[in-house]
């Protein structure tokens, strides 16, 4: 009997600034090198440590609405006063070879991700132990402005109520137990899709 044809997955994970994406999607990665993650484009400024390429293509405001435009994007938002998006293709052409993919993104991003990729996408929120947790996690990463902290920390209790239309949250209290949570989740979807038989039908779940 011939394989059954698979496809890979996205996996998005969202949470509020400082709630720990870039460090959950990064052990993710470490950990499961058959996942891929996707670079977003991004107006934002470079932060100290960060590469072009590596952490986000940084583009100028004209760059990136010239992707949007262009329907390269499979994905974007406007998010703390910067523009964020995914490109398109890299993403589709890791689906279509079997490849998951990690895309870390924000609450608008998940929606839309949602709408394009439907259960293809496992919607993941990580949620910090509290808000005061938040703010100390920013704080100690030494990469905002006080007056960017307040921002983040506004917005973070909007995106907090989104997280009832995930189809997962995990608690990011301690880190080994989140990624213990996040592992077991990919590799849930991972035995759906083989069960489902290639599962390009729409009738694994999420
Ligand atoms: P995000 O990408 O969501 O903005 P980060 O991954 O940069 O968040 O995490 C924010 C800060 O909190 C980083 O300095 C990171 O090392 C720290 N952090 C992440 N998860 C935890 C955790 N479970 N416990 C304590 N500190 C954490
Ligand atoms: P940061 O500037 O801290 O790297 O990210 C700020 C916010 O933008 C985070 O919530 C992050 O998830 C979100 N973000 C990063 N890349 C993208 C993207 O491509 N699309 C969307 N919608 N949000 C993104």
Same mark, same amino acid.
């Given at each position: 009997?011939a394989?059954?044809?698979?496809?890979?997955?996205?996996?998005?994970i969202?949470?509020?600034s400082?709630?720990?994406k870039?460090?959950?999607?990064a052990?993710?990665?470490?950990?499961?090198?058959?996942?891929?993650?996707?670079v977003?484009?991004?107006?934002?400024p470079m #932060? =100290?440590?960060?590469?072009?390429g590596?952490?986000y293509d &940084?583009?100028? +405001?004209?760059?990136?609405?010239r *992707? $949007? /435009?262009?329907?390269?994007?499979?994905?974007?938002a406007?998010?703390?006063?910067?523009y964020y998006?995914?490109p398109?293709?890299?993403?589709?052409?890791?689906?279509a070879?079997?490849?998951d993919v990690?895309?870390?993104?924000?609450?608008?991003?998940?929606?839309?991700? #949602? =709408?394009?990729?439907g259960?293809?996408?496992?919607?993941i &929120?990580?949620? +910090?132990?509290s808000v005061?947790h *938040? $703010? /100390?996690r920013?704080?100690?990463r030494?990469?905002?402005?006080p007056?960017a902290?307040?921002r983040?920390?506004a917005a973070?209790r909007?995106?907090l109520?989104?997280?009832?239309?995930?189809?997962?949250?995990?608690?990011?209290?301690?880190?080994?137990?989140?990624?213990q949570?996040?592992r077991?989740?990919?590799?849930?979807?991972g035995?759906?899709?083989?069960?489902?038989?290639?599962?390009?039908?729409?009738?694994?779940?999420?």
């Amino acid at each position: 009997m011939a394989l059954p044809k698979t496809r890979g997955r996205a996996f998005v994970i969202s949470s509020p600034s400082g709630g720990g994406k870039t460090t959950v999607a990064a052990r993710l990665l470490r950990a499961l090198p058959r996942l891929t993650r996707s670079v977003s484009v991004t107006t934002r400024p470079m #932060r =100290r440590g960060e590469r072009q390429g590596r952490d986000y293509d &940084f583009v100028s +405001p004209a760059a990136f609405h010239r *992707l $949007r /435009r262009a329907g390269q994007l499979l994905e974007w938002a406007r998010v703390h006063g910067a523009y964020y998006g995914t490109p398109k293709r890299p993403v589709l052409q890791a689906l279509a070879g079997g490849r998951d993919v990690v895309l870390s993104i924000d609450v608008q991003g998940a929606r839309q991700v #949602r =709408r394009a990729l439907g259960r293809r996408a496992a919607l993941i &929120f990580l949620l +910090p132990p509290s808000v005061e947790h *938040l $703010r /100390r996690r920013l704080v100690r990463r030494r990469t905002e402005t006080p007056a960017a902290i307040r921002r983040r920390l506004a917005a973070a209790r909007r995106e907090l109520s989104c997280a009832a239309w995930y189809d997962y949250t995990v608690v990011n209290d301690r880190l080994t137990r989140a990624m213990q949570d996040i592992r077991a989740i990919v590799s849930a979807h991972g035995r759906v899709v083989a069960r489902a038989g290639g599962a390009a039908s729409g009738q694994e779940r999420g």
